[in-house]
C-alpha cells in the first residue's frame, strides 16, 4: 500500500467546510468522490484540520493510502478536470506509511483578510470581511505581540467547544498593508488554533482599531478566559489556510 500528500486549495463559498457531513456539499466528499473515480476503489482522505463552512484554502494538506503507483510529477494536472472548479490539487509527494496530515503537523500559518472599504464592494465580499471603519492600523500591529507565545486562548474559542486543552503557542503573528492602506492581512502561525480562534482574534484586533478596547484592555482580555470579553467573531469568507509545516517534507 503506498501513502500519497496532497496539497489543495478551494474557494470554501460553496461548501459547508472540509469535513464530509450527510446531505451537506464538503470538500472532503467532493474530493474523495474525484480520487475514487480516477483510482478506481474507495478512497478515504485524511486532512490536516477542518475548515468551517465558507472557509478557503491555498495550502490544505490531506494523506490517502492506494495500491496504485502514482506519479506525481503530473497527478494535479490529470486529477484537476474530475474536480470542480473551485477545487484544485496544487502538488502530490509520496510519503512514509508513517505520514499523517492531521497529528504529523507542527504548525500552521492561516492568513485573514480584511479590506477597508466605506463603499459596499460585493467582489471583496467574498473573499474579505469588508470594515467600513477607520481603523489605527500602527496600534494593531503593536498589538499582536500580545498574542505572541503560549497562552490560554479561551477567551477566542466558539462557546462550548470541547477540547483536552485550550493552551496554544502562536510563533509569529503579523498584518501586512497594501492597496495603498486598504487591505490588511492578518497573519498567524501557531502549533494549532481553537474553533474560530483566528476569526475572533481578528475582530478582538478590529474593534481594538475602532477604539473600542485600549491596548491595555488586550492582556487583560486574553487572560479573562472569557469568551464575552473580547471582539466579535468575524465571518469565515475572509479566513484562508495557508500552509501547513511538516517534519523532514519541505517539499509539502
Known amino acids: ?134 481603523l489605527d492600523v500602527p496600534l494593531m500591529q503593536k498589538a499582536c505581540a500580545y498574542f505572541v507565545g503560549e497562552h490560554d486562548f479561551r477567551s477566542f474559542m466558539l462557546s462550548g467547544a470541547q477540547v483536552k486543552t485550550t493552551v496554544r503557542t502562536i510563533y509569529d503573528m503579523h498584518i501586512e498593508v497594501s492597496e495603498e492602506g486598504r487591505q490588511l492581512d492578518f497573519y498567524y502561525t501557531g502549533n494549532g488554533f481553537l474553533h474560530n480562534m483566528v476569526r475572533a482574534i481578528t475582530g478582538t484586533l478590529i474593534d481594538l482599531g475602532r477604539g473600542r478596547f485600549t491596548l491595555e484592555q488586550i492582556p487583560e482580555i486574553i487572560n479573562s478566559k472569557k469568551r464575552s470579553d473580547a471582539g466579535k467573531t468575524l465571518e469565515g469568507c475572509g479566513l484562508y489556510l495557508e500552509k501547513v509545516y511538516y517534519e523532514g517534507y519541505d517539499n509539502i
Request: glycine content about 6%; proline content about 3%; some cysteine.
Open 1 to 134: 500500500m503506498n501513502r500519497y500528500a496532497l496539497v489543495i486549495e478551494y474557494d470554501g463559498t460553496n461548501y459547508h467546510g472540509f469535513q464530509r457531513q450527510q446531505g451537506l456539499p464538503s470538500v472532503q466528499q467532493t474530493l474523495e468522490e474525484a480520487l475514487s473515480l480516477k483510482l478506481q476503489h474507495g478512497v478515504t482522505v485524511i486532512a490536516s484540520g477542518r475548515t468551517d463552512a465558507g472557509v478557503h484554502a491555498r495550502g490544505q494538506v490531506v494523506h490517502f493510502d492506494t495500491n496504485v503507483d502514482i506519479d506525481c510529477s503530473d497527478f494535479g494536472w490529470r486529477m484537476n478536470p474530475l474536480l470542480p472548479t473551485d477545487i484544485a490539487i496544487k502538488k502530490c509527494v509520496r510519503v512514509d506509511e508513517n505520514f499523517h496530515a492531521r497529528f504529523g503537523a507542527k504548525k500552521k500559518t492561516y492568513v485573514y483578510r480584511v479590506y477597508l472599504s466605506k463603499i459596499h464592494s460585493p467582489l471583496k465580499q467574498k473573499y474579505n470581511h469588508v470594515c467600513f471603519y477607520d
